[in-house]
T-cell receptor, first 113, second 116 residues
Framework: GDSVTQMEGPVTLSEEAFLTINCTYT??????LFWYVQYPGEGLQLLLK?????DKGSNKGFEATYRKETTSFHLEKGSVQVSDSAVYFC????????????FGTGTRLTIIP | DTAVSQTPKYLVTQMGNDKSIKCEQN?????MYWYKQDSKKFLKIMFS???????INETVPNRFSPKSPDKAHLNLHINSLELGDSAVYFC???????????????FGEGSRLTVL
């Protein structure tokens, strides 16, 4: 079945550091890929998405590129802020069309001033 | 104006009891979901309804019964609660475009259930 593997957390970085959170996937067909973010005490919010190979999703300074050859969708940001502290989830959609999202296990990011 | 709202936010109850969590969305979306998030933050889909019709029903004990009275509401009723049911339950909604799902889900703030 479909699956998503994220790098284990927690990840702690200093403000203005470069961020990479790795995500790889296994799926039949051609899924869409997503990054969701969960701030403390809140529900998940869509951060960015990519629907086909080589697409780059971007939002709030975060970027991720859909790499079909390496089945990856790594999240990057050039300069993180304290307000980026949250749990980040990589996810893929079922290409079968019933909108079942399969999530990774989440990566907790803490940014220290 | 909260887009996806769940009640209650916190629920503490004894094993064996029956409880319900309610969800409402004011986004006009056709599809609603229930997800379970365990203590390690792992998220797993439980159910999905599209226009009041059940379209996803994962391997969930039949003690869990979703009900969608209309497309803006999806409630979750749990019978005979067990310790392992303790988790945060998230409601979400989405809108399909062009007859296809977008994968863009809007989540509620979650309902933390603690079973003692």
């Amino acid at each position: 079945g479909d699956s998503v593997t994220q790098m284990e957390g927690p990840v702690t970085l200093s403000e203005e550091a470069f961020l990479t959170i790795n995500c790889t996937y296994t799926a039949t067909g051609y899924p869409s890929l997503f990054w969701y973010v969960q701030y403390p005490g809140e529900g998940l919010q869509l951060l960015l998405k990519a629907t086909k190979a080589d697409d780059k999703g971007s939002n709030k300074g975060f970027e991720a590129t859909y790499r079909k050859e390496t089945t990856s969708f790594h999240l990057e940001k050039g300069s993180v802020q304290v307000s980026d502290s949250a749990v980040y989830f990589c996810a893929l959609s079922d290409p079968g069309g019933n909108e079942k999202l399969t999530f990774g296990t989440g990566t907790r990011l803490t940014i220290i001033p | 104006d909260t887009a996806v709202s769940q009640t209650p936010k916190y629920l503490v109850t004894q094993m064996g009891n029956d409880k319900s969590i309610k969800c409402e969305q004011n986004l006009g979306h056709d599809t609603m979901y229930w997800y379970k998030q365990d203590s390690k933050k792992f998220l797993k889909i439980m159910f999905s309804y599209n226009n009041k019709e059940l379209i996803i029903n994962e391997t969930v004990p039949n003690r869990f019964s979703p009900k969608s009275p209309d497309k803006a509401h999806l409630n979750l009723h749990i019978n005979s609660l067990e310790l392992g049911d303790s988790a945060v339950y998230f409601c979400a909604s989405s809108q399909w475009r062009g007859g296809r799902p977008t994968g863009e889900l809007f989540f509620g703030e979650g309902s933390r259930l603690t079973v003692l």
